[in-house]
């Protein structure tokens, strides 16, 4: 059975536990060990797929798909999880499982379903023993399931959403308590993340949020054995003392993690303060040497020392959050810092694009656009005019899920002169019903994890500038959506430059276009932001910044 290491939040969210718990899984890494990572989502929602990403960010998708089967009358896929899970692939460089990410959604309809098929029968189904021993399982079939895999699990790592003292993370704090005292001491770690804020008026480091943090962890039976402190600057060594007295734990084990310029620095500024040799000891683990490390600082330092500077346009739905477009914000960092550019990306609010006269002066600034997906009525005349902008004025140009779809969109009402034309999921009397639901999705009344999801095979077409871009016939890309590009109109485009460079195995679902009469014009039904790592930038996204680039330093 792998050793357990649980990360939870305190003082306020957002403070980067998820970031935090990549780093201890990359260091783990490094000292050559098998690991795995699990968030737990304290929402009742059954995964991340039906939030609003404005109120909770991206959800991230997974390659695989996972069957939730609570009870035999009930079954349920997903590949929808918390964007934390892009974090952490884009830090280990592998893919995880959808089953590691686990709801209260989930724990609470199994318990649910469970009571109705009479498997408590005369007994009194409460959150303890029964919701904390369906977490406690959870957690136990992922260990198995790592098992299966050949070399084993040496570490999972589970990240505990929210903050300590939220009511909806109650039941899993204390089934964490119950599964460390089952583990026993040297089987499981606690790691708890805390703001350490920075008071201005008097340039002084406050402690005493991570004092009450940690005193409610304490009240709820959890002793943290290392605590990470996140601040605007390193901890001074008064502030970690003070931490260490307050919190019962060795001042050694009090990390800082200060603001830094490259957040994949964090595993090196962990590294430097010992982390992985506390860890290491404290699970009674051999502290094997390091490997790997400089190859990751010679990636880190191509993000801090660039060249060059592109500015990319983003219209969009969903401007309010940072966090709603994380993982095609890195994909753009990942392709620049490979070529030497730093890249800064500007969300341009796509509903004030339909207003303004002078839209195209705005998006002439840029050195390239990219149109984002989304769902909805909202905003979707400003991108249909933004990417129309862009075949106009031919900018380098990038169409994702979404995008794609107005790009397509765009060519027929304004190069076919398909008046009106529309995808039926924002005008369903449109004329010209140029984008359309997939024929399985027309049946389907449910929303939860019912679109096409997950990785699925691509055809790419011989002869395009997709098939240059990979350099295969057959590739494999992750999905997340209802609707898809109909081939008839597609055909009729075809002589306005139109190109169809990918389908599904099948030839029947449009997976990308491009126009062969443009710079450099792509569009894809899949999202290659999911596959793209810091030291291995997906192809596409290397592609479009390429373009970007080559015409910048041409120009």
């Known amino acids: 059975m792998p050793k357990f290491i649980f990360v939870t939040g305190g ?9 935090t718990t990549a780093s201890i899984a990359k260091l783990l890494q490094f000292r050559g060990y098998e690991i795995d990572l699990v968030k737990v989502d304290p929402y009742l929602n059954v995964d991340p797929g039906t939030l609003n990403p404005i109120e909770h960010g991206e959800p991230f998708i997974t390659d695989q798909i996972y069957q939730f089967n609570p009870a035999p009358s009930f079954e349920y896929t997903t590949a929808e999880v918390d964007q934390d899970f892009g974090t952490y692939e884009r830090f ?3 893919t995880i499982h959808p089953r590691n990410n686990i709801t209260s959604g989930q724990v609470y309809l199994s318990v649910i379903l469970q009571e109705r098929l009479g498997k408590f029968l005369g007994k009194t189904v409460q959150i303890i023993p029964h919701i904390t021993d369906e977490i406690k399982q959870r957690f136990l079939e992922i260990a198995k399931a790592g098992e299966k895999k050949g070399n084993g699990l040496d570490v999972i790592i589970v990240e505990v959403g929210g903050t300590v003292g939220d009511i909806e993370a109650a039941p899993f704090l204390e089934a964490i308590r119950q599964f460390r005292l089952e583990k026993g001491r040297c089987d499981t770690l606690l790691v708890h993340v805390t703001l350490v804020p920075l008071l201005d008026t008097v340039g002084e480091l406050k402690t005493k949020p991570t004092q009450h943090s940690v005193k409610q962890l304490l009240s709820l039976g959890l002793q943290p054995d290392i605590i990470i402190a996140r601040s605007q600057v390193s901890l001074t060594k008064e502030a970690s003392q003070k931490i260490a007295l307050h919190s019962n734990v060795a001042s050694e084990a009090v990390i800082s993690n200060p603001d830094l310029k490259e957040i994949y620095e964090l595993p090196l500024k962990f590294y430097e303060q010992g982390l992985d040799a506390i860890i290491l000891q404290r699970l009674e683990m051999t502290a094997r040497p390091p490997s790997g490390m400089e190859a990751w600082r010679e990636v880190v330092n191509s993000f801090i020392n660039t060249t060059f500077n592109l500015r990319i346009a983003m219209p969009g739905k969903y401007v309010q959050m940072a966090d709603t477009y994380v993982s095609i914000n890195e994909a753009l960092r990942h392709a620049g810092a490979h070529l030497g550019a730093n890249v800064s990306i500007e969300m341009v609010d796509s509903e004030k694009l339909e207003r303004v006269d002078d839209a195209k002066e705005r998006l002439l600034q840029y050195d390239g656009i990219l149109l984002t997906p ?24 990038l169409g994702i899920c979404f995008g794609a779809q107005l790009l397509f969109v765009a060519l027929c009402r304004y190069a076919l002169g398909m008046k009106n ?32 999801l997950a990785g699925h095979s691509i055809k790419i077409m011989p002869k395009t500038k997709l098939q240059a871009i990979y350099k295969k016939a057959k590739i494999r890309e992750r999905f997340r959506h209802r609707y898809h590009l109909m081939w008839d109109p597609a055909r009729a485009a075809e002589k306005e430059g139109l190109v169809v460079s990918a389908t599904d195995m099948s030839g029947k679902i449009i997976n990308a276009i491009e126009l062969k009469n443009r710079y ?10 999911y596959t793209s790592r810091p030291d291995l930038p997906n192809p596409v996204y290397l592609a479009f910044t390429k373009a970007m680039l080559g015409r910048k330093i041409k120009d």
């Open 374 to 397: 989304g769902f909805g009525t909202r905003g979707t005349e400003g991108m249909i005019r933004a990417a129309w902008i862009a075949i106009e004025e031919d900018l380098p140009f």
């Open 11 to 19: 003082v306020l969210s957002g403070i980067g536990k998820g970031h």
């Open 421 to 452: 034309a529309n995808s039926t999921e924002l005008d369903s009397k449109t004329p010209y019903p140029v984008v359309d639901l997939l024929p399985e999705q027309r049946e389907i009344e449910e929303k939860g994890g019912t679109m096409r």
């Open 520 to 529: 450099w014009m792509i569009g894809t039904q899949f999202h290659p932001e």
């Open 92 to 94: 280990i460089g592998r």
